[in-house]
């Protein structure tokens, strides 16, 4: 079984950074997989970034180019999305999300492993 937990969100100005965190454990934990979606309040989930197992491989939503990086260390089972330029339209719940599949994918189907969600809230 594995599980992702999610760490790094909280209350931030526009135009501030900030760095969330997944850790994942369980078998075969690290080959997943691993991205971010995010849920804004009363919002559909949407699709934020996916990186490889390898780390080499990276997708990032349109929108969000420039502003998120995506990035993985496998030596600690965690990856890490940079956030910069926050904006207010930024504020969702952010989740954590593995895939066994072997390409990477902005359809949130392709995700068995889902963590519980932390909010980051970008006050104007």
């Known amino acids: 079984q594995v599980q992702l937990v999610e760490s790094g969100g909280g209350l931030v100005q526009a135009g501030e950074p900030l760095r969330l965190s997944c850790a994942a454990s369980?078998?075969?934990?690290?080959?997943?997989?691993l991205a971010w979606f995010r849920q804004p309040e009363g919002k559909e989930r949407e699709f934020v970034a996916a990186?490889?197992?390898?780390?080499?491989?990276?997708q990032y939503a349109d929108s969000l180019k420039g502003r998120f990086t995506l990035s993985r260390d496998n030596a600690k089972s965690t990856v890490y999305l940079q956030l910069t330029s926050l904006k207010p339209e930024d504020t969702a719940v952010y989740y954590c999300a593995g895939s066994t599949r072997r390409a990477l994918f902005s359809l949130r189907a392709a995700y068995e492993y889902w963590g519980q969600g932390t909010q980051v809230t970008v006050s104007s």
């Open positions: 369980g078998s075969n934990s690290d080959t997943l997989i």
């Open positions: 990186i490889s197992w390898t780390g080499r491989n990276t």
